[in-house]
């Protein structure tokens, strides 16, 4: 069975610039979380969205956006690009978005994103 | 803001030895506590978890223990091996207003297993 898959795994980004990263979550999984992970740290949470409803946000500016679509998959969206956005953005899906927490996610490899 | 506090940042164990990394929270509304096991270039993966309302599990080499009135929980892997060589993140789960489950991270630990 697949897991969660995202793309790119790779980019460049220039100061200023926009990016969309994008994410297909475990089949039958319908929340999909969002995840910075900056060299040398723990995740920091983004985003979750359940049944194509945003559940939670973390502290991040409204640089950041993300949708999740009918089938599931989800976007995140970066605007203006700063240097500081250079990390690894994980997406992790779970069965449910809520509780009852099951308690896990599962992580896809990521996008490492690099801003000049 | 960091509201789990992870310890050691790296660590070196010989084969066989036994792996011990601590983490503390602050906020009493955690309800969940999972470690994930990263390798480079991977996405972190679910190691084990434990909720408050147990001290201790154990699945194969890894236990969790776990100390509701300290604050504190850690992770400790038996009979390491080279294999198990990693970096470890403890974390806490939050349940958010609007119904969203939000996990918390620790900073990390490098953990290497000589042979």
């Known amino acids: 069975d697949a897991g969660v898959t995202q793309s790119p795994t790779h980019l460049i980004k220039t100061r200023g610039q926009q990016v969309t990263l994008r994410c297909s979550p475990i089949?039958?999984?319908?929340?999909v979380s969002w995840y910075q992970q900056v060299l040398g740290q723990g995740p920091q949470f983004i985003f979750q969205?359940?049944?194509?409803?945003?559940?939670g946000r973390g502290n991040f500016p409204d640089r950041f956006s993300a949708r999740q679509f009918p089938n599931y998959s989800s976007e995140l969206n970066v605007n203006a690009l700063l240097l500081g956005d250079s990390a690894l953005y994980l997406c992790?899906?779970?069965?449910?978005?809520?509780?009852?927490?099951?308690?896990?996610?599962?992580f896809g490899e990521g996008s490492r994103l690099t801003v000049l | 803001q960091q509201q789990v506090k992870q310890s050691p940042q790296s660590l070196i164990v010989q084969k066989g030895g036994i792996s011990i990394i601590n983490c503390a929270y602050e906020?009493?509304?955690?309800?969940?506590f999972p470690w994930y096991q990263q390798f480079p270039g991977k996405g972190p993966a679910l190691l084990i978890a434990?909720?408050?309302?147990?001290s201790e599990k154990k699945e194969g080499r890894f236990t969790i223990s776990f100390n509701k009135s300290a604050k504190q929980f850690s992770l400790h892997i038996m009979d390491s091996q080279p294999g198990d060589s990693a970096t470890y993140f403890c974390?806490?789960?939050?349940?958010?207003?609007?119904?969203?489950?939000?996990?918390?991270f620790g900073q990390g630990t490098r953990l290497t297993i000589n042979p």
């Open positions: 992790a899906s779970s069965l449910l978005g809520g509780r009852p927490w099951t308690g896990e996610l599962f």
């Open positions: 969205y359940y049944e194509k409803e945003e559940r």
């Open positions: 974390a806490a789960s939050q349940l958010l207003i609007q119904g969203a489950q939000k996990l918390v």
């Open positions: 906020n009493t509304a955690f309800d969940y």
């Open positions: 434990i909720r408050p309302d147990v």
């Open positions: 089949s039958g999984h319908k929340s």
